[in-house]
């Protein structure tokens, strides 16, 4: 491979040189032009041309054709042939075509005007002479001039790529401000004219006592000026310390209105739901994308690599916008979708993410970043009445798409999301907006929350809130029972629908009145890879148990992750969970682990994200901004509301003992207690670590730990008292309600 473009080097720099050759000797012919020499006279033994005999019939030929054009020749070959050794060499028809004509109106313009720019050779060549007189007949003198100076327009606008709109606009921004410059002035000079008129009258009337209050001004008039020339100093110093500051600083981050900047008071908590004042809007730029003049800029960056296609739709979203570009039949999309990088280097745009083609349409959608970035505040996605008139049984206001549409969610439907994404690229803030979405349209009796922060950063914010089944967790350990705790949950609530005849939490609410005992239930868990990695496949198999069996029993799980490795993100974890939301990732590869499909790593950051639907649909959007303050002043309000008397909390509570104690012993140990109950009725109040190994089909080392917890539990002595094994320490009553535990 690398001799054969090796090859082709040599191959295009010979071409180049030679044709560099040619042109000196064309330039030399057509300058040592001489009537004396042949074809044009015989007479003349010697030749006067520097390049010989053929140097005077070429010079002559080229000339009689084309006239002016011919001195235009040798310079266009000498230009082809250093882009041919540069290896830049781009055949563009349109662009060609336009100079050809170009060329020839300039002609046919000096021909009119009897200019001739060789100074041996007055004429303007068959080729010119005779279009100028077929113009001159067909249009006349003013007709012709006309309608040459529209293609030198024309051509001049297709070789350039300027669009004139823009150069008038320039010149007109330009001379409003002279004027009004100038108007500005002439204001200022009569002003001073009518100041200086009145001085006069003044000191006319009297010039005594103006000499001595002069004086005194005078002196007071420096101190001033030099107390102000010392403030502006420091001012000065202030405002160019304060710009480097700000050049520093990302010039598009979200600014909070002030307007919902308000010290709010409650006097009462009569409300279950935070009142929406709480939260704040976000300041919004009255600026409009130029998408015309990037429209007409992608069409032509595009032509520049052989693609024709035309801009047939543009949708401005908050942060990107998809301009639909109806290519021309037979175009492959790998030679599209290979363009990304150099289409951001030509129309200077970073970050352009190619969707060929678009879904449902025969388009290639380009989504390219806007100037001027429009940022979401969460209170106006949830005043919009997608939200509001949402019948979903756990409607999330997420953020909003490319089109401007609000993104609502539904996690119940979902049944479990999956969020990953880099450092700094609003994955966090995007788990606090479904959070906060949930705890605007949903009571502490309808949603419980089980929170779960190795970090320790994110969540303590939470920790007093009703929603909360227990505080926020942030040891590995613990974490581990409270989904052990889930499995039991979900084991349970299976058993009550079946027992019932529902079949799913849905129906259950629908036809039960009092459905308080069966809440939503959504687990979050924030870093899952520092989870895992401490807590071992355990922790897995719990995840992915819950993710498989716990939709229909109203448990859904959240998971976030800013390492998508595939260690930490399975096979079996991404079948488990359809619904996934990355957020910019560092490498393409990252972006395929969580999407199965690349476009993450070309997002901006900051809430920009990519959301795969259950039904496989991805869609770009932009996150809804939740401030800490905002988080804070929300559960201080839900602390303060009323709280009932939740069943359901004290059920988790006692359960949750259980579980954890259930936890450290052997997962046949309810079955061991069955069988010490079954001996005690049927009155053998002993049992022994061989008769366990008959029974469970266990070795000995296994059934001596399992008698061994029985001793420490208090239901069967510490010591062997005979053959027969331990004794039996309870009776059949505390058995039970052990058991029933």
């Known amino acids: 491979m690398a001799k054969k473009n090796k090859k082709q080097e040599l191959k295009r720099e010979i071409i180049g040189i030679t044709l560099i050759g040619f042109s000196l000797l064309y330039i030399l012919s057509l300058f040592t032009y001489s009537a004396m020499d042949p074809p044009t006279s015989t007479l003349n033994e010697s030749i006067n041309n520097f390049v010989g005999i053929i140097g005077a019939y070429l010079s002559y030929v080229s000339l009689f054709l084309f006239g002016n054009i011919a001195l235009m020749i040798p310079i266009v070959l000498i230009y082809v042939a250093v882009l041919l050794i540069l290896n830049k060499i781009n055949y563009n028809f349109r662009k060609i075509i336009s100079f050809i004509i170009l060329i020839f109106s300039t002609s046919i313009i000096l021909h009119f005007n009897e200019i001739f720019l060789h100074p041996k050779f007055k004429w303007g060549g068959v080729i010119v002479n005779f279009l100028a007189d077929k113009m001159q007949l067909l249009f006349g003198n003013v007709g012709s001039y006309i309608i040459l100076i529209l293609l030198m327009i024309i051509s001049i606008i297709s070789i350039v790529n300027v669009l ?24 200022s000079f009569i002003k001073k004219i009518f100041k200086s008129k009145k001085e006069n009258k003044k000191s006319k009337k009297a010039s005594s006592q103006k000499n001595s209050i002069t004086n005194q001004r005078k002196k007071k008039k420096s101190k001033k000026l030099k107390k102000q020339i010392e403030y502006f100093q420091v001012k ?16 598009q981050n979200p600014k909070i ?35 015309d003049e990037l429209k007409y800029k992608l069409e032509d960056a595009l032509d520049e690599f052989g693609i024709e296609g035309k801009v047939v739709n543009v949708e401005v979203g908050p942060m990107a916008s998809l301009y639909e570009v109806d290519v021309k039949k037979g175009t492959k999309v790998r030679k599209i979708t290979s363009l990304d990088k150099d289409l951001s280097l030509m129309l200077s745009k970073s970050n352009i993410r190619i969707i060929a083609p678009l879904p449902h349409k025969g388009t ?15 209170r106006e996605l949830i005043e919009t009445d997608k939200y509001q008139e949402s019948e979903a049984n756990l409607s999330v206001a997420f953020g909003k798409t490319m089109n401007g549409d609000s993104l609502v969610i539904d996690i119940s439907q979902m049944p479990h999301l999956l969020i990953s994404g880099a450092t700094n690229s609003g994955k966090s803030i995007g788990i606090h907006a479904i959070i906060m979405s949930l705890l605007y349209k949903y009571s502490y009796k309808e949603v419980k929350f089980l929170m779960i922060d190795p970090k320790r950063l994110e969540f303590p914010h939470y920790n007093g809130l009703p929603h909360l089944l227990s505080e926020v967790i942030v040891d590995p350990k613990e974490a581990n029972n409270i989904l052990k705790w889930a499995l039991y949950e979900m084991e349970k609530r299976y058993e009550k629908l079946s027992s019932n005849g529902y079949r799913n939490i849905q129906t259950y609410h629908e036809k039960e009145e009092n459905s308080d005992d069966m809440p939503y239930i959504v687990i979050v868990v924030d870093e899952m890879a520092d989870l895992i990695m401490n807590s071992g496949q355990d922790l897995e198999h719990s995840i992915i148990r819950l993710a498989q069996m716990s939709r229909a029993v109203g448990i859904h799980l959240i998971l976030a992750t800013q390492r998508p490795s595939v260690d930490i993100i399975t096979g079996t974890i991404k079948a488990n969970f359809p619904s996934r939301i990355a957020y910019k990732t560092a490498t393409k590869n990252n972006s395929r682990i969580i999407l199965d499909d690349s476009g993450a790593e070309n997002l901006l950051g900051k809430g920009d994200f990519l959301y795969r639907s259950i039904d496989g649909e991805l869609i770009r959007g932009q996150g809804a901004l939740v401030t800490v303050e905002e988080i804070r002043k929300t559960v201080d309000y839900l602390k303060n509301i009323e709280i009932k008397e939740d069943d359901f909390q004290k059920v988790f509570e006692e359960e949750k003992e259980v579980t954890v104690e259930m936890d450290n012993k052997d997962e046949l140990y309810p079955e061991v207690l069955r069988i010490v109950y079954n001996n005690l009725v049927n009155g053998k109040d002993y049992v022994s670590i061989s008769y366990l190994q008959r029974k469970l089909s266990i070795g000995y080392n296994r059934a001596a730990r399992i008698v061994d917890t029985l001793a420490e539990d208090g239901i069967v002595d510490t010591q062997n008292v005979s053959n027969k094994g331990r004794p039996i320490l309870v009776d059949e009553k505390t058995l039970e309600d052990y058991i029933d535990k």
């Open 164 to 187: 004139f709109k823009n150069i008038f606009q320039k010149i007109y921004k330009i001379l409003k401000r002279i004027i009004a410059g100038l108007f500005l002035n002439l204001i």
């Open 236 to 251: 000065k110093k202030k405002n160019n310390k304060n710009k480097k500051d700000s050049n520093k600083k990302n010039e």
């Open 257 to 291: 209105s002030k307007e919902s900047q308000l010290e709010l008071e409650f006097d009462d908590y009569d409300s279950i739901l935070p009142p929406i004042e709480i939260l704040n809007y976000l300041e919004k730029e009255n600026v409009r994308e130029n998408v």
């Open 364 to 378: 290639v959608g380009f989504e390219i970043p806007n100037k001027h970035r429009q940022f979401v505040s969460l």
